[in-house]
C-alpha cells in the first residue's frame, strides 16, 4: 500500500504478508498508517527510514510508541515478514546512511537514492556523487524485472526534474534512467553533481529524524514571531495586517514558510472564517514547525492595503529562494504568484516588524 503526500513529493508503503507488516518511510502524522493497520488486522513488525529525511519529520518513533515495533538500523541485513524476505542493501549517496530494501526479490523500494528517471540530488553530502556511482553500480547488477517503488515523485526537492510517477522496474530504469546510462565514473558525477536550493530545514531534521529530542515540544504559543495569512492574494492585496506574510491555503506553505522562517519561530496562522486552520498547522508539523498558534478570521483585526512593489521585477524561479534577503526592496514574479506574494510580503514584514 502506497501512500502519497503531493505537498512535499513523498511516498511511504506499508508491506504485509501473514499479518505481519513494515512501514517504509512514514511521516510524522501517522493516522492513516494506524488506520489502515487497524482495519486490515496487521501486526507492525518493522518500521525502516531509507535514510534520515530532509523534507519531513519521520513517524518512527510514533509509531514505535503506538505498536512497539523495531526500526531498522541502517545497515546490510535480512529480515522474515511473514512469508517474505526482507533484504537491506546500502545505497548511499543522497546521504551517507542511506539503504534500500529488496522484498522477496520482487520489489525494490530505493527510498531517495533511485526516483523515476533521475536520482536523488547528492549535493547534501561532501562525497555524494562518487558514493551514488557505487550505489548505481550494485543496483544495475539487480535483475531487470524487479518492480523499482521510489520514496518521491515530483514536488520534492530532493532531485531535479521528478517524475510523478513512483513505480517502475530496474529495465525501464536502465532504458530511460539517464544515471543508469553513463558508465564512466567522471563522467556520472559531473552529470549528477548539480546543487539545488532548499530550505533552511533541510540542515536540520536530519538530526532531528535521528534524535526526536532536539525539536522543541508541542506546546501554547502566546506570542508570534510571524502572522502568516493563508487567504487568496487578492483578498490579502485589499486588506493585510500590517506586518503578515501571505501564503494561500492551497500554496506549498510547509515548504514555501521554510524557505523563509526557521522552523523554531513561533507562527500565527490567520484566514477566512471558515478556513481549515487544523488542516495548515498540521501540514506545518510536518517540516517541524512545532509552535503553531491559531489566530483566527483577519476580520478580527485592523488592516490596510498591501501595495505591491513597482520596482525591478524579478523572475524567482531565477535565484534561490534561500538567498531572498539580498532582493529587498524589489517585485517578484513566479508561474502561479505564490511564492512571488509570499517573498513580497515576508520581506515587507520584516521591515515592518524591526521598524
Known amino acids: 500500500m502506497?501512500?502519497?503526500?503531493?505537498?512535499?513529493?513523498?511516498?511511504?508503503?506499508?508491506?504485509?504478508?501473514?499479518?505481519?507488516?513494515i512501514i517504509i518511510d512514514p511521516l510524522r502524522i501517522v493516522d492513516e498508517y494506524v488506520e489502515y493497520l487497524k482495519k486490515n488486522n496487521l501486526k507492525l513488525k518493522y518500521i525502516l527510514l531509507t535514510h534520515l529525511h530532509a523534507d519531513f519529520v519521520a513517524g518512527h518513533r510514533e509509531l514505535k510508541e503506538i505498536f512497539n515495533a523495531e526500526i531498522l538500523p541502517f545497515r546490510e541485513a535480512e529480515y522474515k515478514l511473514g512469508e517474505y524476505r526482507l533484504k537491506i542493501i546500502s545505497t548511499p549517496g543522497h546521504t551517507e546512511e542511506s539503504v534500500s530494501c529488496l522484498v522477496d526479490e520482487r520489489f525494490l523500494f530505493t527510498g531517495d537514492f533511485l526516483l523515476v528517471g533521475n536520482i536523488g540530488r547528492v549535493d547534501f553530502i561532501k562525497n555524494g556523487a562518487e558514493l551514488a556511482y557505487e550505489s548505481a553500480k550494485k543496483i544495475k547488477s539487480l535483475d531487470d524485472d524487479i518492480v523499482v517503488?521510489?520514496?518521491?515523485?515530483?514536488?520534492?526537492?530532493?532531485?531535479?526534474?521528478?517524475?510523478?510517477?513512483?513505480?517502475?522496474?530496474?529495465?525501464?530504469?536502465?532504458?530511460?534512467?539517464?544515471?543508469?546510462?553513463?558508465?564512466?565514473?567522471?563522467?556520472f558525477i559531473k552529470a549528477i553533481s548539480?546543487?539545488?536550493?532548499?530550505?533552511?530545514?533541510?540542515?536540520?531534521?536530519?538530526?532531528?529524524?535521528?534524535?526526536?529530542?532536539?525539536?522543541?515540544?508541542?506546546?501554547?504559543?502566546?506570542?508570534?514571531?510571524?502572522?502568516?495569512d493563508i487567504r487568496e492574494i487578492e483578498d490579502f492585496e485589499k486588506a493585510h495586517i500590517k506586518g503578515s506574510i501571505n501564503i494561500p491555503q492551497k500554496?506549498?506553505?510547509?515548504?514555501?514558510?521554510?524557505?523563509?522562517?526557521?522552523?523554531d519561530k513561533k507562527v500565527g496562522i490567520i484566514g477566512y472564517e471558515d478556513s481549515n486552520f487544523e488542516e495548515v498547522r498540521k501540514r506545518l508539523l510536518k517540516v517541524g514547525?512545532?509552535?503553531?498558534?491559531?489566530?483566527?478570521?483577519?476580520?478580527?483585526?485592523?488592516?490596510?492595503?498591501?501595495?505591491?512593489?513597482?520596482?525591478?521585477?524579478?523572475?524567482?524561479?531565477?535565484?534561490?529562494?534561500?538567498?531572498?534577503?539580498?532582493?529587498?526592496?524589489?517585485g517578484f514574479k513566479c508561474k502561479n504568484g505564490y511564492r512571488a506574494?509570499?517573498?513580497?510580503?515576508?520581506?515587507?514584514?520584516?521591515?515592518?516588524?524591526?521598524?
Do not use: M
Not at 7 to 13: K, L, N
Open 289 to 330: 514547525f512545532n509552535k503553531v498558534k491559531i489566530l483566527g478570521s483577519v476580520e478580527n483585526f485592523d488592516t490596510e492595503p498591501f501595495i505591491r512593489e513597482k520596482k525591478k521585477i524579478i523572475d524567482l524561479d531565477k535565484i534561490r529562494l534561500s538567498e531572498i534577503k539580498k532582493y529587498r526592496g524589489f
Open 149 to 187: 517503488l521510489a520514496g518521491h515523485v515530483k514536488g520534492s526537492f530532493c532531485s531535479g526534474g521528478l517524475s510523478a510517477e513512483f513505480i517502475s522496474s530496474i529495465g525501464i530504469e536502465k532504458k530511460k534512467n539517464r544515471v543508469f546510462s553513463i558508465d564512466n565514473k567522471d563522467e
Open 194 to 228: 548539480k546543487r539545488y536550493d532548499k530550505p533552511s530545514f533541510a540542515s536540520r531534521l536530519p538530526q532531528i529524524n535521528k534524535n526526536p529530542k532536539l525539536i522543541k515540544d508541542l506546546g501554547e504559543v502566546e506570542r508570534v514571531d510571524y502572522i502568516v
Open 251 to 263: 500554496a506549498n506553505i510547509p515548504f514555501i514558510l521554510g524557505y523563509l522562517v526557521d522552523i
Open 341 to 355: 506574494i509570499a517573498v513580497e510580503s515576508f520581506l515587507r514584514s520584516s521591515n515592518e516588524n524591526n521598524s
Open 2 to 21: 502506497s501512500f502519497i503526500d503531493k505537498e512535499i513529493g513523498s511516498v511511504s508503503y506499508i508491506v504485509h504478508s501473514n499479518s505481519e507488516a
